[in-house]
């Protein structure tokens, strides 16, 4: 593991011990050693919010993300750091404050979206792809806020861990594909706490480093068969760029 991957609060959290996760070779080399090769930059990101809906009430609150650059190991290197707390237009509620611990009393002197927004687009524009643990919630929000303030999105392609997570890890092997889960399988998690962007992203960015050393690793003849089934099919276009995604229970 990378000396650079961030260390965590020392806070206790009583985690049930879990056995380490059975691996097998990945459908999905192809495309993450694509984007996730030696010398590209990734930028690992979460948000905090003030609900599930990006495009029609809600807002971010907390924007966390670490830069890292991929080592010829597949290792990460951290090159840089953002947490921004944003004041949103309207109270938050009092369940998002117990799931954050974010409160209305801390964000009332943090500034507005439009005064981060660039700040924002431009941490997210250094690198060649994002990713996070179900990142397309993440994706939504933030392409939000760059909409509302006429801002063209920084974000073209991505890699999400809960994907690929699906992909390597056998089901048999884990209860569920949560961040938290992986971690404590993984036997990462001394002294995180989640639900704070920032650690999140930390814990995030321990898992993808797990999961590309096993897409690095794998030989090309390893792939077997996988069965899928297909959940929906999505077209996007914007700015010139057009794909088509098949969405799977393994993933898209």
Request: hydrophobic share 40%; aromatic share 8%; charged share 25%.
């Amino acid at each position: 593991m990378s000396d650079n991957i961030p260390s965590f609060s020392e806070q206790e959290t009583e985690q049930v011990k879990l056995d380490p996760p059975v691996l097998r070779p990945g459908l999905f080399k192809d495309k993450v050693l694509a984007f996730a090769h030696p010398g590209a930059v990734i930028a690992i990101f979460d948000t905090e919010t003030t609900g599930l809906n990006p495009e029609t009430t809600d807002h971010i609150i907390e924007f966390a993300g670490m830069l890292w650059s991929i080592r010829d190991d597949y290792t990460l290197q951290k090159l840089d750091e953002i947490q921004i707390y944003i004041k949103p237009p309207f109270p938050v509620s009092d369940k998002i404050t117990e799931l954050t611990g974010i409160s209305n009393v801390f964000l009332a002197d943090k500034p507005s979206e439009a005064d981060v927004v660039d700040k924002i687009r431009t941490f997210l524009k250094q690198a060649d792809v994002v990713a996070g643990h179900n990142v397309n919630f993440d994706i939504r929000f933030v392409n939000s806020t760059m909409m509302r303030n006429r801002r063209p999105s920084p974000i073209v392609d991505y890699l999400d861990t809960l994907e690929l997570a699906r992909d390597v890890i056998t089901k048999e092997s884990v209860p569920n594909y949560k961040l938290g889960t992986l971690i404590s399988a993984f036997g990462l998690d001394e002294g995180i706490q989640f639900h704070s962007a920032i650690d999140d992203v930390g814990a995030t960015s321990l898992l993808f480093e797990k999961l590309l050393s096993q897409y690095a690793e794998q030989e090309e003849d390893d792939i077997e068969l996988m069965e899928l089934t297909v959940t929906g099919v999505q077209y996007w276009s914007k700015h010139g760029l057009a794909r088509i995604y098949v969405n799977t229970d393994k993933g898209s």
